[in-house]
């Protein structure tokens, strides 16, 4: 079964850092654009950023710029999304999926969604 995992998220007080994981089941991430999105209950899936395949080149949502960063460990198979400075409003739960090209406005173009991990920024 190809499927993503995520993982890492938690309960974090605003200004804190959390660093999630996807790390992929059953096949390589090495030839594939890896996205992290979010979902909160009665809103659509909202692209935070996405890592290419081909020159590791890095799409961010306007909300994450210069919080979050996404990094690629080819030899553990697995994508990180670091997140600082959070805030509430970065509350959801986030999932990782994979495609060919990075994106946002079509979250169907991605797939091998995982389950995804809670992330809740709260004091």
């Known amino acids: 079964q190809l499927q993503l995992v995520e993982s890492g998220g938690g309960l974090v007080q605003p200004g804190g850092s959390l660093r999630l994981s996807c790390t992929a089941s059953?096949?390589?991430?090495?030839?594939?654009?890896i996205g992290w999105f979010r979902q909160v209950p009665g809103k659509e899936r909202e692209g935070v950023s996405c890592?290419?395949?081909?020159?590791?080149?890095?799409l961010y949502a306007d909300s994450v710029k210069g919080r979050f960063t996404i990094s690629r460990d080819y030899a553990k198979n697995t994508i990180y999304l670091q997140m600082n400075s959070l805030k509430p409003e970065d509350t959801a739960v986030y999932y990782c999926?994979?495609?060919?090209?990075?994106?946002?406005?079509?979250?169907?173009?991605?797939?091998?969604w995982g389950q995804g991990t809670q992330v809740t920024v709260s004091s």
């Open positions: 999926g994979r495609t060919y090209v990075c994106q946002f406005k079509n979250p169907l173009q991605f797939g091998s």
């Open positions: 059953g096949f390589t991430l090495d030839y594939y654009a």
């Open positions: 890592i290419s395949s081909a020159d590791g080149s890095t």
